[in-house]
């Protein structure tokens, strides 16, 4: 089975500080891992995704799969960045469904 | 503005009472997806679609059901509410089986009394 975790369901950080969201996963092959995210009164959205090693608003995430991590990480946080963040997991092999974490609650102190 | 419309946004039902969400999407995505978003539980599979005229159960399918007439509609009925099934409920599509992004509709907040 798949499983995403998200250890935080809080995270406040002060503008201009690191963010760091942590993500782990578990799966017996190779997963590709997503970042979502809900604005306040918008759409969960994508925010990014590993396999296009991309740097989204700031945000980049690196998949290490020796410790079963995808953490999401800006080095500078702003007031925009307050938001639901959730990871994701989609398996390969006719499991093409997405497994999502349980969130975490950014919020940026100004 | 191409995407995915949720009806209702929000419905207070009573317990015992029979209740359909609608989602309509218009960008010819094949795959649709019902989610439920509970805190401290995130979002978790309710049911899905790969393509028109096939379902398939997910996390969480017990009350629920669904169906895919055609690839545009997803409708989501509760036959029976009951309280633990208030929540807040997204649809979603994706592309190509479900290979792409998830595109997600604005929800639907329902509260069963």
């Known amino acids: 089975a798949q499983r995403v975790t998200q250890p935080e369901k809080l995270l406040s950080v002060f503008k201009g500080a690191p963010v760091e969201l942590k993500c782990n996963y578990s799966y017996s092959g190779s997963p590709e891992l997503f970042w979502y995210v809900q604005y306040s009164r918008q759409r969960l959205q994508l925010l990014l995704r590993h396999i296009s090693r991309e740097s989204i608003k700031g945000f980049t995430a690196d998949l290490n799969k020796g410790e079963t991590s995808f953490h999401l990480k800006k080095p500078f946080a702003q007031e925009e960045d307050s938001a639901m963040y959730y990871c994701?997991?989609?398996?390969?092999?006719?499991?093409?469904?997405?497994?999502f974490g349980t969130g975490t609650r950014l919020t940026i102190i100004p | 503005i191409a995407g995915i419309t949720q009806a209702p946004t929000s419905q207070i039902l009573a317990a015992g009472r029979r209740m359909t969400l609608r989602c309509t999407q218009d960008?010819?995505?094949?795959?649709m997806y019902w989610y439920r978003q509970d805190l401290g539980l995130g979002l978790r599979l309710i049911h899905y679609s790969n393509t028109a005229g096939t379902t398939g159960k997910g996390e969480v399918p017990d009350g629920y059901s669904v169906s895919r007439a055609n690839t545009d509609d997803f409708p989501l009925t509760l036959a029976s509410a009951v309280p633990s099934q208030t929540s807040v409920y997204f649809c979603?599509?994706?592309?190509?089986?479900?290979?792409?992004?998830?595109?997600f509709g604005s929800g639907t907040q329902l509260s069963v009394l």
């Open positions: 994701a997991l989609r398996g390969f092999g006719g499991n093409e469904k997405l497994t």
């Open positions: 979603a599509s994706s592309d190509r089986r479900g290979q792409e992004k998830l595109f």
């Open positions: 960008m010819r995505h094949n795959a």
